[in-house]
């Protein structure tokens, strides 16, 4: 079945600085790809659309500045939060429609953001 | 964002004993999905029903898809402490998944 490679599985940085996170789809090609936050006991939350080749569509109330998303092939999307503050530590958990499986969605096996 | 109302948003029971999750919107749905979620991991796809009137059965669990394509339940029977996890129901409204608030089940033995 499709796989979605999420990395890191956990990152612990200070406040104020910056962390990246990959979303890569291993065996198919994804024009769009996902990014959700889930914070503890809670659901995922949309945060926004990531298109290859153009700019994302965020949901309503995420900052655009502040949670930076490129979608630069087809197989890698990233997901940079900027100065980061101790309210962004969260799950965050990347999606991707696979064509070859009717674009079914697939998640990754999600990153657990922990700002100090 | 639609917003999907699941229900209940725990629950906690003891070994085969049955249970009903319930997931409903307004908006009607391209399909839905139900996921199951364990901590510190992505969700897992259970099922997908597309069809209004649909029913899919995965061993214990039966999901059925509301006529009008706006709501859907799924039932475990006789559920097992290995059920324990949170389970999403997700709607598709064409462009992205949006997720109900999740239903948090614990079964113990």
């Known amino acids: 079945g499709a796989v979605v490679s999420q990395h890191p599985s956990w990152v612990i940085c200070k406040s104020g600085t910056s962390v990246k996170i990959e979303c890569r789809s291993l065996d198919f090609q994804a024009t769009t790809m996902f990014w959700y936050r889930q914070f503890p006991k809670q659901s995922l939350m949309l945060m926004a659309t990531s298109n290859e080749g153009s700019k994302a569509t965020y949901e309503q109330g995420v900052e655009k500045d502040k949670f930076l998303i490129n979608h630069a092939s087809l197989t890698l999307s990233t997901l940079t939060v900027t100065s980061a503050h101790p309210e962004d530590s969260s799950f965050y958990i990347c999606s991707a429609r696979d064509p070859g499986h009717n674009y079914g969605y697939t998640f990754g096996s999600g990153t657990r953001l922990t700002v100090v | 964002t639609q917003l999907l109302e699941q229900s209940p948003q725990f629950l906690s029971i003891q070994e085969g004993e049955n249970l009903t999750v319930y997931c409903n919107s307004s908006?009607?749905?391209?399909?839905l999905q139900w996921y199951r979620q364990e901590p510190g991991e992505g969700p897992v796809l259970l099922v997908t029903?597309?069809?209004?009137?649909e029913v899919k059965k995965l061993k214990r669990l039966t999901f059925q898809f509301g006529d009008a394509r706006k709501d859907s339940s799924l039932h475990i029977t006789a559920a097992q402490p290995g059920d324990t996890g949170l389970y999403l129901c997700a709607g598709d409204f064409g462009y992205a998944l949006n997720f109900g608030k999740g239903t948090s089940l614990l079964v113990t033995p």
């Open positions: 029903v597309v069809t209004g009137g």
């Open positions: 908006s009607v749905f391209s399909s």
